[in-house]
């Protein structure tokens, strides 16, 4: 199983909008309302930001929203503030295993 | 509050043997699927193995099947991951989640698994 493909690095200033892509196949992100998004801070182990592809967790800000068209899965981050800068992880179901993005360190200038 | 707590990482020598274990508190953790993950610089996070509430469903990603197993003991609300045949490139940092609707809603802090001679 492949990882699910995302940008290296996506940036932006407080306040603006960014979105992270995540592309996977048929086989995972396209066959399944299942992809979920991680934070990690540095050193940190990942928190929960989004699942079953747009639904946030208790106590995480409405400010990150998911979406999905096809195999492409995508996290929005709204009004960018700095404790936003962290790398990201999408996550999916693949039927009979899981499979996570490579990563996206997003960076506030 | 939910918290998972991992032991056992630590040094060990290419082909050797080594227990990990994930102390939940703060959840019912009988009622709960529990999963291992694990992330280096090389390979990024990488989905381990999962087990479900009574252990009548456990899962391995191929690259750990046949060398590592995952158990629980419920009773103890602790997760496990034996691992053998341990390999350069299983080094990482090991954490434990608990899951729902496919999702890690809860990771513990990770323990350092290095596998070097």
């Known amino acids: 199983q492949s990882a699910l493909t995302q940008p290296a690095s996506v940036s932006g200033s407080p306040g603006q909008s960014i979105t992270i892509s995540c592309t996977g196949t048929?086989?995972?992100?396209?066959?399944?309302?299942?992809v979920s998004w991680y934070q990690q801070h540095p050193d940190k182990a990942p928190k929960l930001m989004i699942y079953e592809d747009t639904k946030r967790p208790s106590g995480v800000s409405n400010h990150f929203s998911g979406s999905k068209s096809g195999n492409t899965a995508s996290l929005t981050i709204s009004g960018l503030q700095a404790e936003d800068e962290a790398d990201y992880y999408c996550?999916?179901?693949?039927?009979?295993?899981?499979?996570f993005g490579t990563g996206t360190k997003v960076t506030v200038l | 509050e939910v918290q998972l707590v991992e032991s056992g990482g630590g040094l060990v020598q290419p082909g050797g043997s080594l227990r990990l274990s994930c102390e939940v508190s703060g959840f019912t953790f009988s009622n709960t699927w529990v999963m291992w993950v694990r992330q280096s610089p090389e390979k990024g996070l990488e989905w381990v193995a999962n087990?479900?509430?009574?252990?009548?469903?456990?899962y391995h990603a191929d690259s750990v099947r046949g060398r590592f197993t995952v158990s629980r003991d419920n009773a103890k609300n602790s997760l496990y991951l034996q691992m053998s045949s341990l390999r350069v490139d299983d080094t990482a940092v090991y954490y434990c989640a608990i899951t729902d609707y496919h999702a890690l809603f809860f990771w513990g802090q990770g323990t350092l698994v290095t596998v070097s001679s």
């Open positions: 048929s086989s995972d992100v396209g066959s399944y309302n299942l």
């Open positions: 087990i479900n509430e009574d252990e009548s469903q456990k």
């Open positions: 996550y999916s179901f693949a039927g009979t295993s899981y499979v």
